[in-house]
Structure formats: C-alpha cells, structure tokens
C-alpha cells in the first residue's frame, strides 16, 4: 500500500464548478484568469514536484455544464470577491457572474498534484496561461476558507486513514465481504469491455496491486455520474461505505452496457435501405452478364486494374490500392464517392513508381561545349556544373548537393538547370513556387475536401513520366505563409536526401520515393530563405552582366534568336555593335539582359512592317533557260508576269519563293531609328556630373534583387532649430546610419575647418534635411554610412564631392569604415553608370576576386580604413582637414 500523503495545515484552493475529482484520477485543466494563473503559478510552477493546490467542489445555479466539457475545458472560475469567507455555508459571488447566482463552496476537496505543466503566452493580448495536468491524492476537510489574496487559500485537516487504522479496517468482517463483491463486479465490468474494445488487461493489473479503497475511486471516476453522485462519493470518507458506493455505480454501469449491446445486435440484423439496393444491383448485374450485356464500366475498371498491375508499385503501395481497387469494384458510379476513389487509383496506376530516363554516358568536354554555347560569362557557375557532372559520371547514384542558383532576374538561371538537364539526358520539370502560401501545394490535399488534388511534386512527376527527372524548383525565395501551413517547411522534407525516400503526399497518402529526383532551385536572394531550408543547398550566386558581357551575348545569341522569333534574318535588318553598345548604355542599365532583349524585339518589329508593306516583285528564276519560240514571244506579249510565274512555281527550290523579299535593302539601325523607335534615351552619361555639380550631394551603391544600383544622397540646410530631417522612404537601420554620419561630422568639425572655435555647433539655428531620391523605393541598410557623412561634409565645407566616385561602407561612431555585402553587384552598378573610381571598406578587399578582370581594369579601386581614408578620396585636393593642417 502506498504511503499517506502529508499535506500542510494551508492549501491554496482552485474551484470546481459543478464536478469533484477524487483521489486517483487523472484531469486536464487550462487556468486563463489573473486568479488561477497566480495560484498555479506560485503553489505548483515554483514549487516543481514538490507542490500541492487543493481542489473544491463548487455549485451554482447554472448547474447544466457537461462533464465532458468540464474534463476538457478545466474548471477556471475566474476571480473571486475580496471579502473575507470565514463561514462555508456563506454564499460565494465570481467576477462576471450577477449578484443572483450564488456559488456554494463544499466543505470537503481533494489535494492534488500536477503530472505536466505547461505555459503559453496569448497573442496579441500577451496573457499568460497554463494548462496542467493533475493528479487527485487524498481527502480533506475545510476549516477555515480565506479569499482575501489573489487566489483563495484554506486551513484543512486529512480525511484518510493512517496505516494502522486501514489495517484494522481490512480485517473487518463487513469489509472484506463488500471487497469480494465490488472485486467480482469491477472484473465482469473489466471482461464485457474486453470483448467490445479489445483491451483491460492494464485494469486486470489495477485490481491485483491498487488497493481496493482507492481502485474504487478510479473506477467510478471514469464514468459519467451526475454532480450529486460524485459529492456523495467524495463524502464517503467510511471505506466501507465508498465501497458499497462503487459497487452500485459499476454495477449499474455495467447493467447500461448490457442493454446498449443489446439495441445494437436488433439494429444491426435488419437490412438498411442502402444494403438492400445494393443486393438488388447485384442481381441486375448477374442478369445482364447472362443476357451479354456487359456494361462498359466494368471493362474500364479491369483496364485500370491491368494498368496498376503494369505500374510497378511497392509491395505496401500495391497491397494498399488493391484494398482501394476491391472497395471501387463494390461501389455503383451512381454513388458520390465512386468518382473520387477512381480518380485516386488513376492517379496511383500514372505514377512513375519504377520508370526512369535512360542517362546518356556523360561527356563533359560536350556539356562544356553546350554550356559555353547556351551562356556567356557565368565561369565560376559553370565550373561548378562540370564538376556536379565529373561526380554523377564517377558515381551515378551519389547524393549529390542542391544546387541553388542566387541573382538577379535575367542572368539566365533557369536556363542553367535546363542545361543540366540536357547534359544528363534526363527529362525536365519546372515547378513556380512563386506567391504559393498554401502547404497544400507541396503535400496536397487530403482525399477528404471536395475538389482534392495532389501537391505539385506528384503532379510533375506525373506529366513526365519517369521518377528521375531534373526538377527546378523556381522562386523558392518567394514562398509566403499563412494559416493553411507554411510551404517553406513542407519542402525540408523534399530537399533532405534523408527524409525525401518516403515523402508522403496527403492526397497519394503512401510514400512515394523522391530521392532518384535532382533537385534544382533558384531564387533572387538569399536573405528571405529559411535557415534551416537554405542550409539544405548550395548557394551558387550569379551576379549581373557587364556592359561587354551584354554586347557579347546581345549579338551571339539575342539577335538571332528576336529575329527568328520575328520572322526575319540579317538580310531584313542589321544591328550593328555600336548601335547595340548605345542600347546598353542609354536604355537599358540592368543586371541581367531581359529589357535589351525587349528593345531588340522593337527593333526587330519596326522592320516586320517595314517588309510586310513592300510590294513582292518576282524575277525570272535565273536556274531557267531562255526558250526560244514565236508562240512563247506571243504569250509574253500578251501577259510575261502570268507566264514568269508559272516558270518559277516549277522550281524545287522553296527558298527561292521569297526572293522577292530578299531583293529589298536591309535595314540598318541607326541612331536615329533608335530615338524613332525606342524613344528618347532614358539615361544619360551625364546625369552623375550634373547632380553633383552643387555641394551636398554624393554617390553611393546599394545592392537590390535586382542587382547592384547607384543611390544618390542629398542634404541640404535651412534656418531652423537644430533638427534633423530624413525622407526617401527610409527604414531603421539607415535612419540610425544618419544619425551616427551627423554626430560624427559635428564632433569633428573644427578639425574638418567646418566651423570655427567659437561656432563649433554646426546646428545652431538651423536645420539639416537628408534626401533619398527614388522616394517611391524603400531603402535599408547600414552600406550608406560613408555616403552620408560625404554628403554632410560636403554640404558644412561648400565643395563638391567628384563626380566619378561612388563609395559604400558602413561606419562607426569612431569613424572606422566596416566592410558590407554584395561588392561584385555593387562595382559592376558603378562600371555600368561609367564611374570611374569606387571607394570600398580595406576588409572588403577579399571580395575584388569576384569582379571581372576587365571591370578591374578600366576603375580605380580606392580602399578606406576609417572615415579621414574615404574624404580624402572624395573631394578633390583631399581631404578638408589635410589641406587646412598643411596650410
């Protein structure tokens, strides 16, 4: 027998209204009111295994709350009043309750103890909750109930017996016969619910190692008694009368299942309407099968089963649509979840369970070949691919990484998989995660919603046919989520080479093997991945195109291809380079290569009207020999055009039909097509040198998803009161960045010559106004940091910042320039604006290996260590506080 419990002379009490726990049962309750939240939080959250809280039963007048929904919810009152209760029979009133519904407090409880305890925090009301779950111990009775502090607490005396007293009890004539009986009910109650749910040996255990005093509270505690029967089962303090009070409620209880299965064998041997029409469909197809007339359904459904023999399932798959397949023969089309059903096994019969591609022998000096063929530029990416491809050659079945390409759009990325997929000789399936919030997407639906489907994996590998194609996962940086799941986390399971053998689809509800699949995604930053998604692949970042980079591809791949999309050839229109280098330079500043080919593609239209408005004039074909003749000399009298083309209509040669075309002059562009048909230049080599012309205004890089971009920063001053003024659509970071550049030039200012000794305060009576231009862009970011104090500096000091610098780096309060992300991008901005000099953070150095040799070459890379290192650079002559200490 266990020991007693010992419980202290004060408990603090949690109510329960209109239920009573006894000792040994097990509830869980969740506290949400200042009240109970404070009492679980310093009775059981502080205390640990060690605390104690006393359960009181409660009645008011709403006594019509069901026990399941006690069980579930808890028994959160809400809090009490702060009057002193020093009598139990008083009358207890609740917050939120009126003042006509009185809550009775019962003189007798239970201590408990918590099992597992939780807490959590409400959002967006911030409350904090606990749920527990509790354990009833022993009996107590109320002396004394307080309620004067956050929670109520009471003075309470044990109920149970001792050790001794329960031995002498035990040996009690009466009690050893009440036993017999109540162990004789308890088992034949334990055996009927055995053969109806298959279980009880763990109660059998119970009645062999839990003495019979407390097993009688466990038992009735599981059933569904009213209010009053519990009240009367906790007051019997007598063990002898707890258990003749056990007896009779497992006695009756088991009396109601009895008549319960009862009901169920008389329902269950009448047919249901469904049962008979069922029968009565079997007898119309036997009968037709007897007269031949076979229905064509049941041929449709012996091809599905001859085209799911033929797919090549699992074991466990296919004994699982067999099920599916029996449970499909049985039903009638008319029934509404026929449709369903055979769409699933279609679906499962389609699957390329074991279907694969047949890899070509891998070439690699042929994939480079392709490589270099379909993408200028990008050798590091490519270099990277070959090496992929010598590892999938040594090791075809080798876990090769994720590849994920990162850049700006138009670089060509999406092409870069392709490839992949061309080198392998294996099938490709793109795949737009763009905008997808749903997890549905990725796992599907459950076969239980109307209008059910498949994720979006199952379905491509259903469209091309094998399990091992090259997928590409597109704009996986853009996946959002919301109340229907997150996407994000549904494809760490696809992307893991450990998990992804047994994805399971909601809809397929099977595993379906993903790891024969080469996984490639791509995404225009890195920055809004998961962590733990983005560690699952390799980042292989492409940076935009330089200005030669463009032309190179511009007139090996772009122009043939716009013209054969347009129906023309280099006879019909002519680009020539250094028209294609003004596109680059005047229309088009951009990472990648999309909007020059959107201007090509103007081009290319202007000269489709131009041909399709010339009148064709068709030659003698010059293949054909003269025939001398007085009947030919008449006809070409009569009418040579009809006859000239009856000569050519007999040539084999088809090409030759357009030659009325071919005899036009070819349009050539030139710079005055150019402003005809693309408009006028939208940028201007000029722009920089005529927004730095005046004092105050500097040039910085900033990187976009877009790729690298050049930022103005402009400040100007004003009679005010000292204040600080900051617009463009600024976020926190770069605001703090404005901050920092102001208070760094006003400490220096003496020694930058800003101001003299006596007006050291450069704000005093008026104000600085920091501008972004782009107004309609967001911008964040610490990179500004130099370009602000240049701006300022520039603005105090009246000289101008040199036109053919642009600078980027973040600074500290002590002025040291720290090194900031995305340099390639950056310099590659700066070469394509046709800056000349970049000024970089010294730690960014390490970074200069990614940028192209011949960007290097045609810019000064200026490296600065603090702040002095960037002015000094900036401003012609140097630095303002250099030239005043030399003088």
Request: aromatic content about 4%; hydrophobic content about 40%; proline content about 5%.
């Amino acid at each position: 027998m266990a020991e007693p419990v010992e419980l202290p002379t004060r408990i603090g009490i949690l109510p329960f209204r209109n239920k009573v726990l006894l000792p040994g049962a097990i509830i869980r309750i969740r506290c949400t009111t200042p009240s109970s939240v404070k009492l679980v939080e310093q009775e059981l959250w502080q205390r640990e295994e060690k605390g104690l809280i006393g359960i009181l039963p409660v009645r008011d007048a709403a006594e019509t709350m069901s026990v399941g929904s006690m069980l579930t919810q808890g028994t959160d009152l809400g809090d009490r009043s702060s009057k002193n209760q020093t009598g139990l029979s008083d009358s207890h009133k609740l917050d939120g309750k009126s003042q006509q519904e009185p809550i009775h407090w019962h003189t007798r409880g239970v201590a408990a103890r918590a099992l597992h305890l939780s807490r959590g925090v409400e959002k967006p009301s911030g409350r904090v909750t606990y749920t527990v779950v509790l354990e009833g111990l022993c009996r107590f009775s109320v002396l004394e109930l307080n309620t004067r502090g956050t929670y109520s607490t009471a003075r309470i005396s044990p109920l149970d017996m001792t050790k001794a007293e329960m031995e002498r009890v035990e040996q009690d004539p009466d009690f050893i016969a009440l036993s017999r009986q109540f162990k004789v009910t308890a088992m034949e109650l334990i055996s009927v619910l055995e053969q109806k749910q298959k279980t009880g040996g763990r109660t059998k255990v119970l009645l062999d190692t839990v003495p019979l005093h407390k097993l009688a509270d466990i038992f009735v505690a599981s059933f569904e008694i009213s209010f009053e029967e519990q009240l009367s089962m906790l007051d019997a303090v007598d063990v002898k009368v707890r258990l003749s009070k056990a007896t009779e409620l497992v006695d009756r209880h088991l009396q109601s299942i009895r008549v319960a299965e009862k009901i169920t064998k008389k329902v269950e041997g009448q047919l249901s309407k469904s049962q008979k029409e069922y029968l009565l469909r079997q007898q119309m197809r036997a009968i037709k099968e007897e007269l031949g007339d076979n229905d064509d359904e049941d041929d449709d459904v012996a091809g599905l089963e001859r085209k799911m023999q033929g797919a090549g399932m699992p074991p466990n798959v296919w004994k699982h649509a067999q099920r599916e397949l029996r449970r499909l023969k049985k039903m009638q089309p008319q029934q509404p979840g026929y449709n369903s059903s055979r769409v699933y096994l279609e679906l499962l019969a389609d699957l390329p369970w074991q279907t694969i591609s047949e890899e070509v022998e891998l070439d690699l000096k042929a994939a480079k070949e392709r490589l270099d063929s379909d993408h200028h530029g990008l050798e590091k990416v490519k270099q990277r691919i070959i090496e992929y491809l010598a590892v999938r050659k040594l090791k075809p079945d080798a876990r090769g990484p994720i590849l994920c390409f990162v850049g700006p759009p138009g670089v060509g990325k999406t092409s870069l998989a392709s490839s992949i997929a061309a080198a392998l000789g294996r099938k490709f399936v793109r795949i737009s995660l763009g905008g997808v919030k749903d997890e549905a997407d990725i796992r599907g639906h459950r076969r239980t919603y109307i209008g059910s489907m498949p994720g979006r994996l199952i379905d491509g590998l259903k469209k091309v046919a094998v399990c091992n194609p090259v997928m590409l996962l597109d704009e996986i940086d853009k996946t959002g989520s919301d109340v229907r799941g997150d996407p994000a986390s549904a494809l760490l399971e696809v992307l893991d080479p450990e998990q992804n053998k047994t994805f399971n689809d909601h809809y397929l509800n099977v595993p379906f093997d993903l790891s024969k699949v080469i996984f490639v995604a791509t995404a225009n930053r890195a920055q809004p991945i998961p962590p733990p998604l983005l560690d699952r692949m390799e980042v292989i970042e492409l940076p935009g195109y330089t200005p030669e980079e463009k032309l190179r591809i511009a007139m090996r791949h772009l122009i043939p291809r716009v013209l054969n999309q347009h129906g023309l050839n280099s006879e019909f229109l002519k680009v020539p380079e250094a028209m294609v280098k003004l596109i680059i330079q005047r229309y088009t500043r951009e990472a990648g290569v999309r909007n020059l080919e959107r201007s090509l593609a103007a081009l290319a239209r202007a000269a489709a009207v131009r041909v399709a408005e010339q009148e064709p004039t068709v030659p003698l074909n010059k293949d054909v020999h003269q025939i001398s003749s007085p009947l030919l000399e008449s006809r070409l009298a009569e009418g040579g055009a009809e006859v000239e083309m009856e000569v050519i209509m007999m040539g084999v040669n088809n090409h030759e039909i357009s030659s009325a075309f071919r005899d036009m002059s070819p349009l050539i562009v030139d710079e005055a097509m150019l402003e005809k048909v693309l408009g006028p230049p939208k940028f201007d080599d000029k722009e920089t040198s005529e927004r730095v012309a005046t004092p105050g205004v500097s040039v910085g890089l900033v990187w976009t998803s877009f790729g690298g971009e050049v930022q103005f920063v402009e400040a100007s001053s004003m009679v005010g009161k000292g204040e600080l003024h900051l617009t463009g659509q600024l976020g926190d970071v770069i605001k703090e960045s404005a901050q920092i550049a102001l208070t760094w030039v006003r400490a220096r200012a003496s020694e930058l010559n800003l101001a003299t000794a006596k007006e050291s305060n450069l704000l005093e009576g008026r104000d600085v106004h920091i501008h972004f231009p782009a107004g309609a862009v967001p911008k964040d970011g610490p990179s500004a940091g130099v370009t602000l104090v240049t701006s300022l500096v520039s603005l105090f000091s009246h000289r101008r910042v040199r036109s053919d610098t642009a600078m980027t780096g973040e600074m500290t309060l002590r002025g040291l320039v720290l090194p900031v992300g995305g340099i390639k991008d950056k310099v590659l901005a700066a070469h394509r604006y046709g800056l000349k000099r970049v000024i970089l953070p010294e730690r960014n150095l390490k970074d200069l290996v990614e940028v192209p040799a011949a960007v290097l070459g045609s810019m000064e890379i200026l490296l600065a260590k603090r702040m002095e290192d960037v002015l000094e650079h900036a401003f012609e002559g140097g630095c303002p506080w250099r030239q005043h200490s030399r003088l």
